[in-house]
């Protein structure tokens, strides 16, 4: 069995990808699906067609690679995080639209949980800071809403998950109802530190525990999936995060990638320390598998292994999803690649700064009423300079999560290993270097969000032995050197700040 199947459940597309042991993508296939905002700030998807679409790119990409279901050794899922999906045990059916994450509609209820004192709590148990990007509130929400689904719930009748769970779910007919620690850390309802749901944070969200599926190791087989009428096992499960984190082989503590995805996303391998950021960072956890922590002493309950591995991660809502915003609202191009070329046609910003707070801002503002703005319009400006500005947001927002992230680690970043597919964009990538001043890294995968996973899945049924030989695998592509002064970056991040204060509280 020569290979290993990805599948990459994005917030905007589903894809498949045929891994080979050298970490080599034999085939890709990829389909986009539909973006639902029933009222301003609300964003859902229809959880069938994220299914249909990721069952409908598995088969794909079989046939592109030329094998069968027989040729593969294993299974790895990622997954958007923190979307929320509820969903009938019995027929399999959802019972509303996925809350997705960049919803905003339970903002209020965030703002009740911190004003009657419980931050403090919900930050030691769970590393999270109080905000509607995680799944609780959503969770909550669909229960208080949807007509009779809290009555169902507590009879035992429905289901909760965040996309891995609901894939797994279909994948395996129903028979597995799992999630992995990662994406358990994403919930607002897990404990962190003993691997375990939380009592306590379950009757505060007025939670059912029936609900929440078990929590499995992240890398380790934990249920079948019916390919072509052959039984294939399901072994690794993370969050897209994290996945990209292991697939960047950051796996000593002080290592650190950044995705370029829809979000932006920052994350530190701090090893067996949940650290505690003093800086609006959230602390999660990376991953749990035996071979990569240390021991963490006795077995707390359902879902704790002694192998916790932690990372500090900052999360910013609004990154390639800006590109989108050029192409589909504006129109100002045709295609997300010709954002390069036309940021290019102009040879800085020209004063223009464009705050991409469409669903707030994440870390480390947590305003979940910023709202995105333009500021330093002239009569001078152009579409070249909106673009530039757009994908200089990009970069602005990844450096404020960078210094927060060195100011709570103790450490200086010595080079920052990038993924994603905003990481094609040259520019951007140099604009990177340039603002943050050490090197930034593309490696020869770019897929490594899905390639974490095929790890996590591969290295569960010895397809790679260990760590080393992930390790050996991970290769650089370019490296994009710092060349702005550090007097030019500082004037330039002044001026995003002094733009981001005024895109705050908006709503």
């Avoid at 333009?374 to 009569?379: A, K, S």
């Avoid at 490296?479 to 500082?490: E, H, K, L, N």
Wanted: glycine share 10%.
């Amino acid at each position: 069995m020569a290979f290993i199947l990805a599948l990459d459940q994005g917030t905007t597309s589903s894809r498949a990808i045929v891994f080979d042991r050298d970490g080599s993508i034999r085939a890709v296939a990829q389909r986009e699906f539909a973006q639902l905002y029933p009222q301003p700030g609300w964003v859902e998807h229809d959880p069938m067609e994220i299914w249909a679409t990721q069952s409908g790119v598995m088969a794909e990409v079989l046939a592109k690679a030329g094998i069968g279901a027989g040729d593969v050794a294993a299974i790895g899922i990622t997954n958007q995080r923190e979307t929320t999906l509820l969903w009938d045990r019995a027929t399999g059916r959802p019972v509303a639209n996925a809350i997705v994450w960049q919803d905003r509609r339970t903002a209020p209820d965030c703002d009740a949980l911190r004003e009657a004192g419980h931050a403090p709590l919900i930050a030691k148990k769970t590393g999270l800071v109080i905000d509607a990007y995680f799944s609780g509130t959503k969770l909550k929400w669909l229960l208080d809403h949807v007509p009779g689904a809290r009555q169902r719930a507590l009879a035992g009748e429905l289901a909760f998950g965040t996309v891995d769970s609901w894939l797994v779910w279909n994948l395996s007919g129903g028979a597995a109802h799992v999630t992995d620690a990662s994406n358990a850390s994403r919930t607002m309802l897990f404990d962190i530190h003993r691997g375990a749901w939380d009592e306590e944070l379950l009757e505060l969200l007025d939670v059912p525990r029936s609900l929440l599926p078990k929590v499995v190791p992240s890398s380790g087989a934990c249920a079948e999936a019916a390919v072509r009428d052959t039984r294939v096992p399901i072994a690794g499960i993370a969050g897209d995060q994290q996945a990209a984190l292991f697939g960047q082989a950051c796996l000593e503590p002080g290592l650190a990638k950044n995705t370029y995805g829809t979000g932006c996303f920052l994350l530190l391998n701090t090893g067996s320390d949940a650290v505690a950021s003093k800086n609006n960072l959230v602390s999660t956890v990376a991953w749990q598998m035996p071979s990569l922590s240390p021991s963490r002493g006795a077995d707390h309950g359902e879902g704790a292994r002694k192998d916790l591995c932690y990372a500090l991660e900052g999360s910013v809502f609004i990154a390639g999803a800006v590109v989108q915003w050029l192409r589909d609202g504006l129109k100002l191009i045709r295609s997300a690649p010709e954002v390069e070329a036309l940021a290019a046609s102009v040879p800085d910003n020209g004063g223009v700064y464009l705050v991409p707070a469409f669903a707030g801002l994440g870390a480390p503002h947590w305003d979940a009423y910023a709202r995105g703005a333009v500021f330093g319009l002239t009569r001078g400006a152009t579409g070249g300079h909106i673009a530039r500005a757009a994908l200089e947001s990009i970069a602005y927002q990844s450096a404020e999560l960078v210094r927060a992230m060195e100011s709570d680690a103790g450490i200086k970043l010595s080079e920052l290993r990038v993924d994603g597919g905003a990481t094609a964009n040259n520019l951007l990538m140099q604009f990177q270097a340039d603002i943050l001043g050490v090197p930034v890294i593309r490696p020869k995968v770019a897929e490594t969000t899905a390639l974490g996973a095929a790890y996590l899945a591969g290295l569960a049924v010895g397809y790679w032995r260990n760590a080393a030989d992930v390790a050996a695998n991970w290769q650089v592509e370019r490296r994009f050197d710092p060349a702005m002064s550090r007097d030019r970056a500082s004037a330039l991040m002044a001026g995003w700040s002094k733009a981001v204060e005024r895109a705050k509280r908006w709503a």
